[in-house]
């Protein structure tokens, strides 16, 4: 008898399955299906127990939510792989009131349909200095819909050095090439000077587009044109001056011994006519990409026909809208975990990681850590931190269980030992990281 012969039956997988899960037949049907023609495929014969087994699993795959709550105990702040800014209290609460019918688009007084952008636009002017504000889905998205609606058919000028590639392969050229606008490139990678891009610029020019090297920094023998120098030349010439911040900011970092990094409200005041930026790295917000600058271009951006193609959800909306009032407030650093992160002192991450460590007792240890900001802001720059640091014979496997905790725990390994960064860990998460220090702990003894 061929041994595949041995196999159990549809009908009795999904008959044993059914009684072990609440899942619909069609689903169990299925899942029966795959895993017996893998197993075909394998050329290795299972029994009747090991089959339901898998299709149990697979069922379960197919209907459990994969995208698991974790703690970032990684030290990168904002995490891309962990999506970034984790939101403060006010923007999930805002977020979860927004579920229901919603008046996104529908004026209450008039009685009559309305704009969704007026949401946001007038707490991005206030925050910014310029006329108005937009919102897309991300800040690619974003410089697609600037570079489509006004450089379409026409030439923008970069600097050689800001023709950049960023995270996902996004590069700079390709997505001109996509908006249908001809780059123009000018100056050198290092170099470039107000008089290269005077030299550039034709009948044919739109606007002169500057990008912030969100992922990295140039140093020695460089030289960038002052933002106000380069404003005063497009206007002199009739074009626009755009500017992309990526990450960009409301506050001024460097009063937490960080390097200087763009604030929107400075460029817009240096001259620029639409800047654009995350909602979700140093804002603090969900993934949004933000433009602000004069109403009538701001105007045009809204009546093209790809900004439906890039608008966000009812719920983005409610969520920045609540995470730009912590800023109109002036409550930003208190409410917004991303600025709680950056702002904690050594001495009071220190306390918290002793405390902590009382709690767990050996074989955690504390030990001084060094953090990044992560997303593409800041990137040369670090900040003083401590950690819970656990050592073990095989902290790879320590790590690979902390990841299968619930929620996971993601750290490093470092040193023949598993690390958890408390700078990127919330304090109102403590609770839960000590219980899943105990469950580590106890495993990292075994396998000792």
Request: aromatic share 4%.
């Amino acid at each position: 008898m061929h041994p595949f012969r041995s196999l159990p039956s549809i009908d009795s997988l999904v008959g044993s399955v059914a009684a072990l899960l609440d899942a619909p037949h069609a689903v169990v049907v299925a899942a029966s299906r795959s895993v017996l023609t893998e197993i075909r495929e394998s050329g290795v014969v299972v029994d009747h127990a090991t089959c339901v087994a898998r299709v149990v699993s697979a069922v379960q795959c197919l209907l459990e939510p994969t995208l698991r709550p974790v703690l970032n105990g990684t030290g990168v702040l904002l995490q891309t792989n962990l999506g970034r800014a984790p939101l403060s209290s006010a923007a999930q609460a805002a977020m979860q009131h927004a579920t229901g019918a919603t008046a996104i688009e529908y004026d209450l007084v008039r009685g009559a349909r309305g704009e969704r952008n007026r949401h946001l636009s007038p707490l991005l002017a206030h925050l910014s200095g310029a006329e108005a504000g937009i919102a897309v889905n991300n800040t690619a998205a974003a410089v697609l819909l600037l570079l489509t609606a006004l450089g379409a058919g026409r030439e923008v000028i970069v600097s050689r050095g800001e023709a950049v590639e960023i995270g996902g392969g996004f590069r700079i050229p390709d997505v001109l090439r996509q908006s249908g606008a001809t780059l123009v490139e000018v100056g050198t990678t290092n170099r470039t000077y107000v008089r290269d891009y005077a030299a550039a610029i034709t009948e044919r020019t739109a606007f002169l587009l500057c990008v912030h090297t969100s992922n990295f920094r140039q140093f020695g023998f460089v030289h960038t044109p002052d933002k106000r120098e380069l404003a005063e030349l497009a206007h002199q010439r009739g074009i626009l001056l755009i500017d992309d911040l990526g990450s960009g900011s409301f506050l001024d970092v460097t009063q937490y011994g960080l390097s200087a990094e763009p604030t929107v409200q400075a460029h817009v005041a240096a001259g620029a006519d639409l800047v654009c930026f995350s909602g979700d790295k140093l804002l603090g917000g969900p993934q949004a990409g933000l433009i602000v600058g004069k109403s009538s271009l701001i105007d045009q951006l809204t009546r093209h026909p790809l900004l439906r193609a890039l608008r966000l959800d009812k719920t983005s909306y409610a969520g920045i809208h609540a995470t730009l009032v912590s800023y109109v407030m002036q409550r930003a650093v208190h409410e917004i975990p991303i600025w709680q992160m950056i702002s904690a002192t050594h001495a009071e991450l220190s306390h918290r990681a002793g405390t902590l460590q009382q709690s767990l007792g050996h074989p955690w240890q504390v030990r001084d850590s060094v953090s990044t900001i992560g997303g593409g802001a800041l990137p040369t720059d670090t900040l003083p931190s401590c950690a819970l640091v656990l050592p073990c014979s095989q902290p790879d496997a320590v790590a690979a269980h902390a990841r299968g905790l619930h929620p996971a725990l993601i750290g490093r390994v470092k040193d023949n030992a598993f690390w958890l960064d408390l700078r990127s860990l919330m304090p109102n998460d403590d609770e839960i990281l000590l219980a899943g220090c105990r469950l580590l702990a106890e495993s990292a003894a075994i396998r000792e």
